[in-house]
């Protein structure tokens, strides 16, 4: 009897054993799954943390180049927007002194240049003048038949200008005519005129 008794323990022994066994394989088996899912969360945890960071960087580096082509951009404008405020204002200052030319000691050989161009630009045989009263003056005491003369046309005053200093001649069939008054041509001359004036002002060689 006591030898019964004796292998139903064993066998209960070894069956917890062996269930013990099993439980602590299993539990291992376990424990290595979850680390190895631990690890390929933190593997990927890591990835994406790192992606992060460089799509942070990228935006920074984005930013950081648009800000400075803005900064750039801005400053030229403001730099572009003083220039043409400079250059504007230079401008004024000479449209407002034209008047000043005509008391030039040779402003008569201008006055006869203005008219002398002006029909050379109309290319007419007849032409009818309007000039200012002191280039209007100039140019009937001498310049007006010299020319005529020398172009071998007919060139006739036949007004005074309400607007301008100079002359604006009108063909005889009135489907021509030609502003060369002073502040025309200044306004001819100013888009050609406005890099070398600006660089006169800072100081450079025109």
């Known amino acids: 009897m006591n ?8 066998l209960e022994r070894a069956i917890l054993t062996e269930a013990r066994d099993e439980a602590e394989q299993i539990k291992a088996q376990a424990q290595e799954k979850a680390e190895a899912i631990r690890k390929r969360a933190q593997e990927q945890a890591e990835q994406e943390r790192n992606a992060i960071l460089e ?43 034209l008047s000043e030319v005509q008391n030039r000691p040779d402003y008569d050989q201008i006055a006869a240049l203005l008219l002398r161009e002006a029909l050379v630009q109309l290319r007419v045989n007849k032409a009818q003048i309007k000039a ?18 020398e172009l071998n046309g007919e060139y006739t005053l036949v007004g005074t200008l309400e ?44």
């Open 3 to 10: 030898t019964k008794v004796q292998d139903i323990e064993m």
């Open 55 to 97: 799509r942070a960087r990228e935006d920074v580096e984005r930013l950081r180049g648009q800000a400075i082509a803005t900064a750039q951009l801005k400053a030229r404008s403001q730099e572009l927007e003083k220039r043409e405020d400079l250059l504007n204002r230079v401008f004024k200052t000479v449209r407002e002194k």
């Open 132 to 149: 200012d009263k002191t280039t209007q003056s100039i140019l009937e005491k001498k310049a007006l038949k010299e020319i005529s003369k």
């Open 163 to 206: 607007e301008g200093l100079g002359v604006v001649l009108e063909a005889a069939d009135g489907k021509l005519n030609y502003d060369n008054t002073l502040e025309t041509r200044l306004d001819r001359l100013e888009g050609t005129l406005r890099a070398a004036v600006y660089r006169v002002l800072i100081g450079e060689k025109p």
